[in-house]
Nanobody, 121 residues
Framework: QVQLVESGGGSVQAGGSLRLSCAAS????????MGWYRQGPGKQRELVAI???????NYADSVKGRFTISRDNAKNTVYLQMNSLKPEDTAVYSC???????????????WGLGTQVTVSS
């Protein structure tokens, strides 16, 4: 019932920037936490950043000071601004949203399909 679509991925040189977007649509009553995971080749999946409905944020140590997560609740969209990119940031980035579909206190974890980010030396 809920779809998440990521955009903004691509290829950049080390030191460059990208801004990822993830828009949720469908049957949405409200959204609690939203966030981003990533998985690079030969790497475990890593939780990159989380933002709560109230705007509180948390980041993985590997991206602190370089990435910024934000959201637009009116648009059901979460963003990830990525600065000072490193080759180690190369990964598929996937967004998620914890969605309430009606007034019941039931949340569903919805996922996007992912977008590729490639950082070259």
């Amino acid at each position: 019932q809920v779809q998440l679509v990521e955009s903004g991925g691509g290829s950049v040189q080390a030191g460059g920037s990208l801004r990822l977007s993830c828009a949720a649509s469908g049957s949405i009553f409200s959204i609690n936490d939203m966030g981003w995971y990533r998985q690079g080749p030969g790497k475990q999946r890593e939780l990159v950043a989380i933002i709560t409905s109230g705007g509180s944020t948390n980041y993985a140590d590997s991206v602190k000071g370089r990435f910024t997560i934000s959201r637009d609740n009116a648009k059901n969209t979460v963003y990830l601004q990525m600065n000072s990119l490193k080759p180690e940031d190369t990964a598929v980035y996937s967004c998620y949203s914890d969605v309430r579909r009606d007034a019941r206190q039931i949340y569903y974890r919805s996922w996007g399909l992912g977008t590729q980010v490639t950082v070259s030396s």
